[in-house]
């Protein structure tokens, strides 16, 4: 059995929704990142309002090639498209996915925007693909990510050092933590209490 097809599909929750990413979400996306100039976090890959365009591309030519299903997500009172997430370097043979290029607009930082996203992409992951586990990649340097990755019950599994080479030339020391099946019931006990409170 491998894991089930990345297809677009809509993932809704009481706060947002996770909608398939599309090329006339790029004026969105901008304003979403213009709300803490994001793309000035060196260590993270939100881009730029010249680089969304590519960054729009480059997200669909993966899911064409079926290693990635990016999102758009919008708050559901505001209607407002407030940040991205994606399922990405999917294996279907050994049934793993990563959830990554995850950002939200500063204003919807800190609240329970990053929980129901994660609680929605692992439910799915899990209970609709049939993923063994689920991966989380963060910068070394990048503290916010790790806490808020560890948060969700997630278990650091090492730190590829010199991993990726990033635009400015650096190189990249990448945490990766994961989930795995057994341990998702767990977990969304865990995410369905927070999202209660």
């Not at 129901?116 to 692992?122: G, P, R, S």
């Not at 050092?161 to 990249?172: E, K, T």
Request: charged share 20%; proline share 5%; aromatic share 10%.
């Amino acid at each position: 059995m491998s894991l089930s097809p990345l297809n677009p599909i809509t993932l809704t929750g009481h706060h947002v929704l996770l909608e398939p990413l599309q090329p006339a979400h790029r004026e969105s996306l901008v304003q979403a990142a213009s709300d803490g100039a994001l793309w000035r976090l060196w260590y993270t890959g939100v881009p730029s309002p010249e680089g969304a365009e590519g960054y729009i591309e480059k997200a669909l030519a993966q899911q064409a090639e079926g290693k990635a299903l990016p999102f758009v997500v919008r708050d559901k009172l505001s209607q407002q498209i407030i940040g991205s997430t994606r399922f990405c370097n999917a294996d279907l043979i050994n049934r793993r996915l990563e959830i990554g290029y995850t950002w939200y607009a500063q204003s919807s930082q800190r609240t329970a925007t990053n929980s129901e996203c994660k609680f929605l992409l692992l439910q799915y992951a899990f209970e609709q693909l049939g993923c063994i586990a689920v991966e989380f990649r963060t910068h070394w340097l990048n503290h916010r990510s790790r806490n808020a990755i560890a948060r969700l019950g997630a278990k650091q599994d090492g730190v590829l050092r010199n991993h990726v080479i990033m635009p400015d030339g650096s190189y990249r020391d990448t945490v990766v933590f994961s989930i795995i099946e057994s341990e998702w019931p767990m977990v969304k006990q865990h995410l369905s209490f927070i999202l209660s409170r």
